[in-house]
């Protein structure tokens, strides 16, 4: 019904940037409330960052002043801008969003995509 799809991810050196994209497909859904980025090192996922339909933004404080969370409604798409990556944010990163899918909300996943910091 809905397809989450991030695309961005890839090896950079410390100090550099990567775009993260995460787009929406589906047949059915009409309204995308929030959306998030996720990452994942170990065994838990955390927060990172946070954008509301009407574009207010939350961050992790590790990412606060480095990252910036964006989204475009009219291509149900989100997205996340990390400049100055430190090593320390290699992780699995995966989208979220909270989707209304007839009269129902619902929660959907990305598949992930690999960022590694590395010299």
């Known amino acids: 019904q809905v397809q989450l799809v991030e695309s961005g991810g890839g090896l950079v050196q410390p100090g550099g940037s990567l775009r993260l994209s995460c787009a929406a497909s589906?047949?059915?859904?009409?309204?995308?409330?929030?959306m998030a980025w996720y990452r994942q090192a170990g065994k838990e996922r955390e927060l990172v960052a946070t954008i509301t339909s009407g574009g207010s933004t939350a961050y992790a404080d590790s990412v606060k002043g480095r990252f910036t969370i964006s989204r475009d409604n009219a291509k149900n798409t989100v997205y996340l801008q990390m400049n100055s990556l430190r090593p320390e944010d290699t992780a699995v990163y995966y989208c979220n969003a909270n989707i209304k899918i007839d009269d129902s909300w619902g929660t959907y996943w990305g598949q992930g995509t690999q960022v590694t910091v590395s010299s």
């Open positions: 589906g047949s059915r859904f009409s309204i995308i409330n929030s």
